[in-house]
């Protein structure tokens, strides 16, 4: 992992860390894991489908925008309920596209992202090795066509996939300079 692309201002301990990347990136791992290590509370993005969407990629058929619209809204009404509550928290979200990092990003300056960056090849045997997952591993190339990659000016965290959940998720305590729970070490 190259300085910059850990980078960016830290700023304030954000109230909420979006764990962003395809599916079979290690998104719910590394969240989970995150938000034991932090003790805030954790949800899982695929939770928030309506079963539309679900039954869809199951069927082996890429989600559209407008089916994606009613999950990110789901996700940004978490976002702003764990905020306005007071609490932390770490959310996966695929957030393929910038468009929908604004939907649960946008305006909200304590939200912060992470992006797992990984080649086609590594994340594909990765979901080849997984069971009774709804998002099949032939949708993962629709995947990567609709990734947009973060920007800078989104002020992501993008660590590499090869590495271990502990060691990104040490990467991300050291990044957000945030303390851990007492009894969890670094």
């Known amino acids: 992992m190259r300085e910059a692309e850990i980078g ?18 290690g998104k719910t791992t590394v969240a989970s894991l995150l938000a034991g ?19 869809k990629m199951h069927g082996g058929t890429p989600l ?9 809204e789901a996700i940004a009404a978490w976002i702003d309920r764990t905020r306005a509550g007071g609490g932390r928290g770490v959310v996966t979200c695929s957030a393929l ?9 946008g305006g909200r300056p304590d939200v912060r992202l992470v ?9 594909g045997r990765r979901m080849a090795a997984r069971h009774d997952h709804f998002m099949p591993a032939r949708l993962l ?19 590499s996939v ?15 300079g945030t303390p851990v729970r007492p009894s969890e070490p670094i």
């Open 141 to 159: 190339d629709s995947q990567f066509a609709t990734l947009e990659e973060p920007m800078p000016d989104e002020n992501p965290i993008v660590l």
């Open 8 to 25: 960016g201002d830290r700023g304030p301990t954000p109230a909420v860390v979006v764990v962003m990347g395809v599916s079979g990136s």
């Open 97 to 105: 596209k910038r468009a929908y990092r604004a939907i649960l990003i």
């Open 37 to 55: 290590r932090l003790g805030w509370e954790f949800a899982d993005g695929d939770d928030f489908h309506p079963e539309a969407n679900v039954a």
């Open 64 to 72: 559209t925008d407008e089916d994606r619209r009613p999950w990110l």
């Open 162 to 176: 090869g590495a271990t959940p502990q060691a990104i998720v040490a990467e991300v305590v050291v990044a957000l």
């Open 115 to 123: 992006y797992l960056q990984g080649d086609r090849d590594l994340i």
